[in-house]
C-alpha cells in the first residue's frame, strides 16, 4: 500500500506494481487526489513519454512502489 498523503513530487514519474488479487500490472505514477493515484499502465512501452498518455485512478491499497533496475519495460 502507498500512503497518498506520504506522495511528494519525486514520486511523479516512479515505477508502481498494482495487485488487485485477480491482476497485476506494473505502471509509474502521473498524479494523485485525495482518494486516486493516477497511473499510467499502457504507453506502448514509451516510458519516456509516459507523461502524455491518459492515467487510470487506483486505490492506493492495490499499489507498491517497484525497482525494476533502471528498465523502462515492464
Do not use: Q
Not at 24 to 53: A, D, L, M
Request: glycine fraction near 6%; proline fraction near 1%; charge should be negative.
Amino acid at each position: 500500500m502507498i500512503a497518498i498523503n506520504t506522495l511528494t513530487d519525486t514520486d511523479i514519474g516512479r515505477w508502481v506494481e498494482y495487485n488487485s488479487g485477480f491482476k497485476t500490472e506494473r505502471g509509474k505514477i502521473k498524479s494523485w487526489s485525495r482518494y486516486f493515484i493516477y497511473v499510467v499502465y499502457n504507453c506502448y512501452n514509451n516510458w519516456e513519454n509516459y507523461e502524455n498518455y491518459t492515467a487510470e485512478p487506483t486505490r492506493s491499497r492495490d499499489l507498491t512502489f517497484i525497482d525494476i533496475g533502471g528498465s523502462n519495460d515492464t
